[in-house]
């Protein structure tokens, strides 16, 4: 055979030899060792052997003149890769070529996700369109939608107008071909229709005296105006309240004086959407107001003067009045007749306002149930304290946020300072809980109501100052307090329901499951077998082959009782009590692990660490006392100050043991300065102990008390 060299090839002026592939692309899903393209040398001269000296994505490997696939493909991760190959007929410099094979893309079953919706409360009446999330591009969905509304697969968005004001919940179902899962079904997905808002709040006025502001708009003044300014920075919030501002006339509509009617154009001009109102001491209280409610033409007056803001277009508030301590001028002619004229805002605000704002019904503003105690709510007979003003703070924004989140459901909600809502109690204890009113469409009261496990339980409501209520009316910013009387057993709910409007307040009052300061067994110090029932005041073994202890949660020192009830089980079984040290194992077994002491267990010769045992068919020291039986009661006292045991038995005391009387009974040896009770079964046959929580079947001798 004749070569060629590339030198003769050149000097001929024919092509030099070039390195070729069959294929330049390969699918994502070729199986490993598949030929993904043959190797070939055109132009060449011989037998070439081919070799792969780059493949930075580990992808490809040579197997005689095909390049093979040497792991699997995601087009999802690479497009594309890149090998090196070199080809050698032994004769010429080797041929050196990079390849870039590309990835095509296989088609892969989708998995259908749950679907979502960006928005789930629309507005009866308004334009709305809701875009369903997480949906697989070319999947299609269906579903039913509240009246009003359609659904656009297309387009993924539920659009239209909603005509009708309810609470949705709708289902879609997503399919689509070749899907593992499909149809997928996304339940329970909330649409919610609420009632339109009737205007959107801009522009706030705030008006008043000196529990509002003492000089208007003053940055870094303290009250109820700057904190719900300080909370609502996208709103124009304007406080025009100032110190000693009284309501005035209308014959002083232009005058400069601190008067409402004085600063009326001004307050006009800020064009408010929302405009509240409080004056105090200096408004309502003239020599006329002790006789008629209406007292020297206030209301009068303020009904004229905010119909000006309501015929603008404006949404206005007027405040209760909050009471004032026994060193204001004013306290007795307003606290003798404070419900009645706050009464007459309530009353009234309908016809003359939009809505109220119930600061003179905040509970805490009581002096008048305090005799002539000051109030420590305010700090100069008048004005508030900082736990004043946060009350203030908080049932402002309860009236003023629902304009401002165009809300319209009752929502009672607990905040910090309502305190602290828990819902376990002690047994025979009565349970506070304070909730606030918002959310309403202000202006416009919701029934509150009981049901009738609610009422029975004892259970009663609050309104503002009005007590022991079973039913009435609140509105937003209302304080309302639920009395909970809780049961005399331990582990025992109390129901508490509560309606406001449409919505339920369910509340379980669950009484503690023990009494922490009662001792039983301690579930912490006993052998593995032992299982505790009953609160804690039963043990059990499980395990027939152990002598198995449980000690009690506390130690004692003094004079101290209890009793111990051997319940039937096992028949035969030992059934041990006693007194134990600290140091002594009592989450080992009995018959395996002593202790020195100075009684002996029967029948067994190993010491024990307690006073006393007393085992079926035993008895101890022939003191005159019977085997145990069921139900049986045992009876034990301790005189720590004495080093003395005394034990019995259903009501007679051991032979030579009198605690009452301090002598006989059972010596400890060098006893530690506290001691435990514990009781020890071989098998199924419970053991309670009684440390006071429960009646004594039997009087604690004199000079003693509960171990407990």
Not at 514 to 519: C, E, G, H, L, S
């Amino acid at each position: 055979m004749t070569f060629i060299t590339r030198r003769r090839r050149q000097q001929r002026g024919l092509s030099g030899p070039t390195l070729a592939i069959s294929a330049s692309s390969v699918i994502e899903s070729a199986l490993v060792s598949s030929v993904v393209g043959v190797l070939s040398v055109a132009n060449g001269s011989g037998t070439y052997t081919f070799t792969k000296t780059a493949d930075p994505d580990a992808k490809f490997t040579v197997s005689g003149s095909n390049l093979t696939l040497a792991a699997a493909l995601d087009y999802e991760a690479a497009t594309s890769h890149s090998v090196t190959i070199s080809a050698s007929n032994g004769v010429d410099a080797a041929i050196v070529r990079t390849f870039t094979i590309n990835v095509t893309n296989a088609f892969e079953a989708p998995t259908l996700a749950a679907l979502s919706l960006d928005d789930n409360e629309i507005s009866q009446g308004v334009a709305a369109t809701v875009n369903i999330l997480g949906a697989t591009a070319g999947s299609t969905i269906t579903g039913s939608v509240p009246a009003g509304l359609t659904l656009n697969s297309a387009a993924r968005t539920i659009t239209g107008t909603p005509t009708t004001i309810a609470d949705n919940t709708i289902t879609l179902t997503e399919t689509m071909a070749d899907s593992a899962n499909s149809p997928r079904v996304t339940a329970g997905l909330a649409l919610n229709v609420v009632e339109a808002p009737a205007f959107v709040v801009q522009r706030v006025v705030i008006e008043g005296d000196s529990i509002t502001s003492t000089t208007p708009d003053m940055a870094g003044t303290t009250g109820y105006g700057y904190a719900f300014k300080a909370a609502n920075p996208t709103l124009t919030v304007n406080i025009r309240a100032q110190g000693s501002r009284s309501l005035g006339t209308i014959a002083n509509l232009n005058d400069d004086g601190n008067t409402l009617w004085g600063n009326q154009a001004e307050d006009m001009a800020y064009n408010p959407d929302l405009f509240t109102v409080y004056i105090g001491a200096n408004g309502p209280f003239g020599a006329a107001f002790p006789s008629t409610p209406d007292g020297a033409g206030y209301w009068t007056a303020l009904k004229e003067y905010l119909a000006a803001f309501r015929a603008a277009g404006v949404k206005v508030g007027v405040a209760t009045i909050t009471p004032f301590d026994v060193r204001h001028p004013s306290y007795v002619n307003f606290n003798a007749n404070r419900d009645a004229f706050n009464a007459v805002v309530r009353a009234q605000f309908a016809e003359s306002a939009d809505f109220f704002i119930p600061f003179g019904e905040i509970p805490e503003f009581n002096p008048d149930d305090n005799g002539a105690t000051n109030n420590p709510m305010l700090i100069d007979g008048v004005h508030h304290a900082a736990g004043g003003v946060t009350l203030l703070e908080n049932v402002y924004a309860a009236v003023m946020n629902p304009f401002i989140a165009n809300s319209t459901d009752v929502s009672p909600t607990a905040g910090a300072w309502f305190g602290a809502g828990t819902t376990t109690a002690a047994p025979s204890t009565t349970l506070t809980m304070r909730y606030v009113v918002t959310g309403m469409l202000a202006g416009y009261g919701a029934a509150l109501s009981m049901d009738a496990a609610t009422i029975a339980a004892g259970v009663k409501v609050q309104i503002g100052r009005n007590k022991n209520l079973t039913n009435g009316t609140v509105y937003n910013g209302d304080v309302v307090i639920l009395s909970v009387p809780t049961s005399a057993s331990y582990s025992t709910a109390t129901p508490c329901n509560i309606t406001i409007g449409a919505r339920t307040v369910s509340v379980t009052v669950q009484t503690a499951a023990t009494d922490p300061a009662v001792i039983t067994y301690d579930p912490a110090v006993k052998y593995t077998s032992v299982t505790l029932s009953n609160l804690n005041r039963r043990m059990t073994n499980t395990n027939n082959g152990a002598h198995a202890k449980a000690r009690a949660t506390e130690a004692v020192t003094g004079k101290r009782y209890c009793e111990f009830t051997f319940i039937a089980g096992d028949a035969g079984k030992s059934r041990m009590i006693g007194i134990m040290d600290a140091a002594y194992p009592a989450t080992t077994n009995i018959s395996s692990t002593g202790r020195p002491g100075n009684v002996d267990y029967p029948n067994s010769g190993i010491t024990i660490g307690g006073s006393f045992c007393y085992r079926d068919g035993s008895i101890l020291g022939g003191q005159g006392i019977s085997d145990w039986a069921d139900n049986d009661v045992a009876m034990l006292c301790i005189d720590t100050t004495t080093g003395k045991v005394y034990w019995g038995k259903n009501g007679t005391w051991a032979t030579n043991h009198d605690p009452a009387a301090g002598t006989g009974g059972i010596t400890l040896t060098t006893p530690p300065a506290e001691w435990y009770a514990y009781a020890s079964v071989t098998g199924a046959s419970p053991i309670d102990i009684n440390c006071g929580q429960d009646a004594f079947s039997y009087a604690i001798p004199s000079g003693y008390s509960a171990w407990g």
